[in-house]
């Protein structure tokens, strides 16, 4: 894998200035009309051996060409409110949109790779890491971004004449650190370590380039020279789509969906109603300021019909909770922000710290529900969804996360009640409009998109609760209970 | 993930009845046009519970369609040949080849699930073996073929009724054994470990469909509807291209390549060649039988310049060893068999069995050099064999294959002097052709190739031997010595 990187390349000075104009014209251009470009981003990620230049090419490429369109960010170990949420969020939050271009430093493989060199983790725990990576990378891909992965090697030799080079200036003798030389001793490992990573994440849609960063002259010459072929390929193609569609979902031939087999019409007095829900807001409440909180936090999702009652359930839920502790966020149409954004972007930016609540009015399943309904996500775009959620909601699972998922169902003549009542009631008007009408009639596409829903995302760690909402009094505390059950269940294990 | 399932789906039989004649002739049909076409596959996954109706699906689907366009391989454990290889050799084997269906009961899920469910791997190895899963999985769909994962299931109840139904009839008593209720016993450990594997494994472009086994009329009849909609599906779409091209690799700029870096010309008398040529021989027959190489085998790989004489030097080899020991293996253009499946698989039927030597006479190699200079392979193509192929040899490897890999160099004018050579001599006029001139004239293209090959597929496990070749007495002493080196390297690990 480094061989090739171990020749000795180099480019003398004079060439080196030649070519330089030329580049540096094209590249502007070329990133001037990524800005114009509305599906395209470029990331380029910077790692390597210590010494070989990672810095140099990050400022030359700041540069080089207009620094307002380029995010650079610099990735070291977690801290701080990185690590608080799980491992993947201070990459999504630092993802470039759409016509930019993103540098990131030392990026999702540096710590993974240090941390097996130290020791720190084994090779399993390694793996797991590498297989998040690549689900984060196809994603991007399939998103419309292309990766630029560039690894500057020296060989061990060359690392220590760079190391004392850098130590007999006195203008860099500050850039060599105990840290630096303790990393050499260890060459061997993290070569090795390295070498492993590249070649399980070399994939044909995302290479890894090795750069010999022996040379100044070479190395920045070389990442000037990819960048700008990164860049004109993004003009070339439109977005790669990874996801090729597979045979399609069929509804069950017996029409037998999930939401047949509840019983919508439950009883549940007011009386009864007022006892409990004094009960579960305040079993809530203490579970909110239990100590254990403080290595978790809640994400509680509620979808359901139009007119389900989703709103009166979450005002039972908020009220059981002190609001420094919670925020509800509501999901409408994406800003013009997030739809620069890869999908689950606006989702990953809204996950509540360790000891926080989060409670999402729909979420991340609009994009199999009204987004496949609606033909506005292609077919490939939504069955890859599935997974991608399953990802995301595992990665929260992991990280101490619990997450809820509340299904309100009602059925349609319930839900017309409903609706003829809001349009009879002033202050309740705005909450009925064309669209719910509209929605109405594609009843049966949204029961069958939500039995392939719970299908395909009810899992073990983050299971969908049912909710029989004709009754809206016991919908309220069935999600009362589940929610605090979940949460005791999790503070238990 | 199997809540869908557990709804009690049925279908009573003469609505069965009734659908069938329409389903089985529009399944001959579409398995008629699908054997017309020259870039489809379809391989159907048969896995799920016990007692679900796997087996009867199975026989079903040959029932309805015709058999002989059908391939069905049943996998339990590895045993016999197939421990032999690698754990995927034997699914390479059974690959149907474009035009036809493959049924693969258990498939490559069955073994690995069992395994952890017995504890007789760990998560670990689990994880492992899913990721080799998911790059098979992609090369398929990539290579054109439509994946239809079909999961059948019961819950535990009714598993247990079933396998009382199945002992209690004197006709299908034998199918019940005590691995079935041994089976039983671990229920829920199967149905946690499976549901772990299909939320990793179902993705955008190869989802699981999890079908209700209860009801035998629903479950035929859904697994039909299925395979009939892949089927379709391989007429609407030309095959899919899972992966996106990236920028594009350039040449180092300042022209330095590996081979730039070999001093071709190296000394070796008639004199000292004949005692070397004595001497490593014999030690290479020694080591072939070595004791420790039943837990072997080797994997040499031949690849250089036209006329840089690597049918010398396979001779060299194989003069050293027994003939039922080694196996030599010419690549040349694909027959037609080989064209009708993946790229790989012509070398995986290639592989040696425990002790045994393959000598390869160029190699999968030809995707990224000849097939990529030519454009017998798009861009996007031979950019994701890089990957496939450090995969195939890291498999090779993990199993105990010794992987040499040679790369013989000659320069321009020492190949001009043996092609004049050649033709002036009568018994080696064969061995040149005009297409031995024109390559010639594409010496700077392979260069680059051949670069690249060894910046991205040199490896620790399997690395390439360059080989100085301009002196043949050097070079097949080089080759000789580098063969058994590393023979004795992996004996002594």
Partial sequence: MFETAELGHTID????????????????????????????????????????????????????MDPRLIDTHAFDFSYGLEAEHPPMWRFWRA?????????????????????????????ATLGATIDDILRLESMLVDEGVLL?????????????????????????????????WAHFKQYDAFRAVSEAVLLRTSTGYAPWLVIDGSDPQYRSLTAGNVVLEALKRCQQ???????????????PIDSLRVLDRLVLD??????????????WQGRLNQLSRHAGMKHHAVVAVFEGNDAAGKGGAIRRVTQALDARVYHVVPIAAPTEEERAQPYMWRFWRQLPRRGKFAIFDRSWYGRVLVERIEGFAAESDWMRAYGEINDFERQMDEHGVIVVKFWLAIDADEQLRRFQQREATGFKRFKITEEDWRNR???????????????????????????????KYYARIKILRSLCEAIEARLSR
């Fill in 13 to 64: 000075k004079a060439s080196y200035k030649a070519a330089l104009p030329a580049l540096r014209e094209a590249l502007l251009e070329a990133q001037f009309e990524l800005h114009e470009h509305p599906n395209r981003a470029v990331i380029v990620l910077v790692n390597g051996v210590d010494g070989a230049g990672k810095g140099e090419t990050v400022n030359l490429i700041n540069e080089w």
């Fill in 95 to 123: 993802l470039p949109a759409k016509g930019r271009i993103g540098v990131l430093f030392g990026s999702w493989y540096s710590g993974p790779i240090l941390d097996r060199v130290a020791g720190k983790v084994d090779d």
């Fill in 148 to 180: 630029v992965k560039l690894w500057f090697h020296l060989s061990k030799k060359q690392q220590k004449t760079r190391l004392k080079e850098l130590e007999s200036d006195p203008r860099t003798r500050w850039r060599v650190g105990e840290q630096d």
């Fill in 237 to 251: 193609d439109s977005p790669p789509r990874l996801t090729a569609a597979p045979a399609p979902l069929l509804p």
């Fill in 266 to 279: 439950q009883a549940m007095s007011k009386a009864d109603y007022a006892d409990a829900l004094e009960q």
């Fill in 441 to 471: 009639g594609k009843w049966d596409a949204y029961s069958e998109a939500v039995h392939d829903m719970v299908e395909r995302t009810s899992t073990h760690h983050a299971p969908w609760v049912m909710v029989e909402a004709n009754n």
